[in-house]
């Protein structure tokens, strides 16, 4: 079974950039695509970005697809957020999970993927 710990967040002002971590442990993921979500009280969680097992295929939301940046290194076990602009509407807990299907797809949808981490908070306030 895979552990996932994502670190990285903090409160930043608006316009600064954030790189978060999720370091696997437990089992390799080196095989399966991953994908970062995000959420706030009150709503359900929302896909932010994710890669195929290799990171040569990427996917993002439209809020984020200009400012945000996906990347693996499979000889860590570790994939990486890079959060550039960050604005106020960014604030949430990000999380990351396994895949569960094709290495090369990247589902939007969380039942599409297991193995999630705790998460870390980002907030972005002046």
């Known amino acids: 079974q895979v552990q996932l710990v994502e670190t990285g967040g903090g409160l930043v002002q608006p316009g600064a950039s954030l790189r978060l971590t999720c370091q696997a442990t437990?089992?390799?993921?080196?095989?399966?695509?991953m994908g970062w979500f995000r959420q706030v009280p009150g709503k359900e969680r929302e896909f932010v970005a994710g890669?195929?097992?290799?990171?040569?295929?990427?996917a993002y939301a439209d809020s984020v697809k200009d400012r945000f940046s996906v990347s693996r290194d499979n000889s860590k076990n570790t994939v990486y957020l890079n959060m550039d602009n960050l604005q106020p509407e960014d604030t949430a807990v990000y999380s990351c999970?396994?895949?569960?299907?094709?290495?090369?797809?990247?589902?939007?949808?969380?039942?599409?993927?297991?193995?999630w981490g705790q998460g870390t908070q980002v907030t972005v306030s002046s």
């Open positions: 999970a396994v895949s569960t299907r094709n290495r090369n797809y990247i589902p939007r949808t969380t039942r599409e993927y297991d193995s």
């Open positions: 890669l195929s097992w290799s990171g040569a295929i990427t």
């Open positions: 437990g089992r390799a993921v080196s095989e399966r695509a």
